[in-house]
């Protein structure tokens, strides 16, 4: 009897844990369902990867890379000054953004570094070419949200920029403040000449994607990405490593090898193709994480900073003036300028400021 029912114990709690583990691959599978290149990456077993110099971390290796290390700046402290003429900021938009979002932007961020700042548009529109001249790309991509829509984009801005002879490549998606000092300081923690790859991944785990091969066959492949909606930047050494697959039309072909976004395509060609890897980095922020959670205190210290809809409800930096909620509701960002840039002449006019 005491046996019989120990088996029907233990044969209880294999159908409890088969029906939580199907459950937990069901979310995965309808994270991913949006892509069909895309694979959940969390049922792989993590390697540990053993602690590396700072030159390994950067120079290559990374193809084999499956966790993700946090490698602080630290190790890369170099010497010499970078300026911010040293960067090339590529802001990607759309038409139907220019008015609600760009115009924030240029009002906030970019005024502070409007001869760093390009914006990669698809449709031509008068005013944004009056305010940014040159620095107004219109790239005549499709205005979809497609994933070639977005890798043409791309490519557009990885081009302009290799043309620039810039130092960093640094791109950014136009819900997105940029605080140009915090990137200074963080960029001037590395070395152009060494392969670095800054952002924050959006998931906490690798991909993995279906790269399509002659044939019909197809192979996976597993890599880190840097969201986009969060920012990444780019060293040059591995900008110019990355050609092959994504200058011109190149990334276009590169991103129909694996059917995903541009953010995801720039992780596939630098840690399937070239051997580089992702450095994470916390001070990079997009919608998809609760900026609530982001210490006012530290706000200064933050690269970027985001806004948009997190768990059904509005998600913006949590800050107390000048502007209030009302004068200042969907993002927050003309507040947070005014703690950055307080000597804005706007912010001076703010009442109680």
Same mark, same amino acid.
């Given at each position: ?181 915090? +990137? *200074? ?5 590395? @070395? ?5 790859? =800054?952002?924050? $991944? &959006? ?74 890897? +992702? *450095? ?5 922020? @997009? ?5 609530? =959670?982001?210490? $006012? &205190? ?56």
């Amino acid at each position: 009897m005491g046996r019989r029912l120990i088996h029907g114990l233990s044969g209880a709690a294999i159908f409890l844990v088969s029906v939580a583990l199907l459950s937990v691959r069901h979310r995965g599978a309808q994270e991913t369902a949006q892509y069909p290149g895309l694979r959940e990456g969390m049922w792989e077993k993590p390697e540990r990867r053993s602690k590396v110099s700072p030159e390994d971390a950067t120079g290559g290796g990374g193809r084999g890379q499956k966790d993700l290390q946090v490698h602080p700046p630290e190790g890369y402290r170099t010497e010499g000054s970078l300026t911010l003429g040293d960067i090339f900021i590529a802001v990607k938009t759309t038409k139907r953004f220019h008015q609600s979002r760009m115009e924030l932007l240029l009002d906030t961020w970019i005024s502070q570094a409007r001869e760093q700042t390009y914006v990669f548009t698809d449709e031509e529109d008068d005013a944004l070419k009056r305010t940014m001249g040159d620095h107004a790309v219109f790239t005549n991509c499709s205005a979809e949200h497609s994933h070639l829509a977005l890798s043409c984009k791309m490519a557009a801005e990885f081009d302009a920029f290799l043309a620039s002879g810039r130092s960093w490549f640094c791109h950014l998606d136009d819900d997105n403040y940029l605080n140009p000092r915090a +990137l *200074l300081k963080l960029l001037s923690s590395y @070395s152009a000449t060494w392969d670095v790859y =800054l952002g924050k $991944p &959006s998931l906490n785990r690798p991909i993995w994607a279906s790269e399509t091969l002659p044939n019909n066959r197809t192979k996976s492949v597993r890599f880190w990405f840097a969201t986009g909606g969060a920012g990444f930047c780019i060293s040059r050494k591995l900008a110019s490593k990355m050609v092959p697959w994504a200058s011109g039309r190149n990334f276009l072909s590169t991103s129909e090898l694996i059917r995903l976004p541009d953010d995801c395509t720039i992780g596939y060609i630098i840690e399937c193709k070239v051997g580089g890897r +992702l *450095l994470p980095n916390a001070l990079f922020h @997009s919608h998809l994480e609760n900026l609530q =959670l982001v210490p $006012p &205190s530290r706000l200064t210290q933050q690269v970027t900073l985001s806004y948009g809809v997190f768990e059904n409800k509005l998600n913006v930096i949590e800050l107390s003036g000048p502007f209030s909620p009302q004068e200042d509701p969907s993002s927050r960002f003309r507040s947070l300028h005014c703690h950055l840039y307080p000597n804005t002449s706007w912010c001076l006019q703010a009442v109680g400021w």
